[in-house]
């Protein structure tokens, strides 16, 4: 089977291609390398011995697109293409419906043109907004979002619906992620961050290469147990075989089916830096900040569904997200 995946060259999408690439299917790259480098299909190339077919096109950009549907067929695609930094999104509203619902909608014209109309689509939980259950299931409904960023994908989640809804020869599989972080074990593929990084994560990573000097922990009087937020993060190789596994879903239903992909354990701020700093023997210097805008309390999933649907549920503990991060940050940053 062939697969096409929007944004491959990214974060989430390289370690998708892997494991796409491991279970047996070809793959088909496109991205505007916006955020990422094309070393990055060197690297998939090192792990698994094939080079994925690369396009440099953008999402928006009618004519850069036109080649990989005329030179292809796909049995389906994964739509990670999209920027995702909250904090501009909130600056640039323009850019990020432009560049994540108009070029969506791109992406759907051509998907229709050329008679694959079998999409994966990378949403997050932050659909459902201050969630009205704690852990969430798909059945929560989704929420009012604080930022740009959000609202796109909220927003495409029922561009997709509505698509699927009109012609159902569609099939859609919305995944919801909750936090991914950690990185490939072989060292070669992570998140690489520009500027001074908004999430957890890549923040602790630059304090552990010495390159910012303390973490600011966003309030620490949350209703939690040790007052700073909870979250759920997923190794994102985990993420990656989740995946793998919706393609056989959307390949095989005509429907919209909607998934939480998350490990269903909730983690605050303060366990992930010292799980960091046990796990890998370097020291996070921290400061008690502010809360943040537009922050919840508790966030974390229930993967149920997944498990029953999709036969996927995460493997990998905070330990080894820990140690997966800083391998790759210390290699690469
Ligand atoms: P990423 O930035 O590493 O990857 C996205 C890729 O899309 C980049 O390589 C970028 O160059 C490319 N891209 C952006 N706009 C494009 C366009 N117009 N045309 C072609 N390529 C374009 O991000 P990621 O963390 O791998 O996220 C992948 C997807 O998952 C995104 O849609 C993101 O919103 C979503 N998501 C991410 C997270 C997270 O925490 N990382 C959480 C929930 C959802
Ligand atoms: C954020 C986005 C969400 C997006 C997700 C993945 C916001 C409000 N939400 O989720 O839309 O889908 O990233 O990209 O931005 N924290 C600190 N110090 C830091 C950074 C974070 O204390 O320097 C805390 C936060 O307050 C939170 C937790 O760490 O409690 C996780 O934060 P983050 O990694 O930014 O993810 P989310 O806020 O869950």
């Known amino acids: 089977m062939k697969i096409l995946v929007t944004g491959?060259?990214?974060?989430?999408?390289?370690?998708?291609?892997?494991?796409?690439?491991?279970?047996?299917?070809?793959?088909?790259?496109?991205?505007?390398?916006?955020?990422?480098?094309?070393?990055?299909?060197?690297?998939?190339?090192?792990?698994?011995?094939?080079?994925?077919?690369?396009?440099?096109?953008?999402?928006?950009?009618?004519?850069?697109?036109?080649?990989?549907?005329?030179?292809?067929?796909?049995?389906?695609?994964?739509?990670?293409?999209?920027?995702?930094?909250?904090?501009?999104?909130?600056?640039?509203?323009?850019?990020?419906?432009?560049?994540?619902?108009?070029?969506?909608?791109?992406?759907?014209?051509?998907?229709?043109?050329?008679?694959?109309?079998?999409?994966i689509f990378s949403s997050s939980a932050t659909v459902y907004g201050d969630p009205a259950q704690i852990p969430i299931t798909e059945e929560c409904p989704k929420g009012t979002c604080t930022n740009p960023y959000g609202w796109t994908k909220s927003m495409l989640e029922q561009v997709l619906t509505d698509i699927q809804h009109a012609d159902p020869e569609w099939s859609v599989v919305l995944l919801r992620y909750f936090n991914p972080i950690g990185a490939h074990e072989s060292g070669l593929l992570g998140e690489s961050p520009n500027g001074i990084p908004n999430n957890l994560m890549p923040y602790i990573m630059k304090v552990a290469v010495g390159e910012l000097p303390e973490l600011g922990v966003f309030g620490n009087d949350y209703d939690t147990p040790d007052g700073t937020g909870v979250r759920d993060y997923i190794h994102v190789v985990d993420l990656?075989?989740?995946?793998?596994?919706?393609?056989?879903?959307?390949?095989?239903?005509?429907?919209?089916?909607?998934?939480?992909?998350?490990?269903?354990?909730?983690?605050s701020v303060l366990d992930i830096v010292k799980t960091f700093e046990e796990v890998n023997n370097i020291r996070i210097p921290y400061q008690i900040k502010p809360r943040r805008a537009g922050d919840i309390a508790t966030c974390y999933a229930d993967p149920a569904k997944a498990k029953k649907e999709l036969d996927w549920e995460a493997e990998y503990d905070l330990k080894r997200m820990c140690e997966d991060s800083w391998r790759f940050a210390s290699q690469n940053f």
């Open 240 to 267: 990656a075989r989740g995946h793998v596994n919706a393609v056989e879903k959307v390949t095989t239903t005509n429907e919209v089916n909607v998934y939480n992909l998350g490990t269903g354990n909730g983690y």
């Open 8 to 119: 491959g060259t990214g974060y989430i999408g390289s370690h998708t291609c892997v494991e796409l690439i491991n279970r047996g299917y070809e793959v088909v790259i496109f991205d505007n390398l916006y955020n990422s480098k094309e070393e990055v299909l060197s690297r998939i190339e090192k792990i698994t011995g094939t080079r994925p077919l690369f396009y440099k096109a953008d999402l928006r950009d009618t004519e850069s697109m036109r080649p990989v549907f005329e030179d292809h067929k796909f049995d389906a695609v994964i739509h990670f293409a999209g920027l995702k930094a909250v904090g501009e999104s909130v600056e640039k509203p323009l850019m990020y419906y432009e560049n994540n619902i108009s070029g969506t909608i791109k992406l759907c014209k051509f998907m229709n043109e050329y008679g694959c109309k079998r999409i």
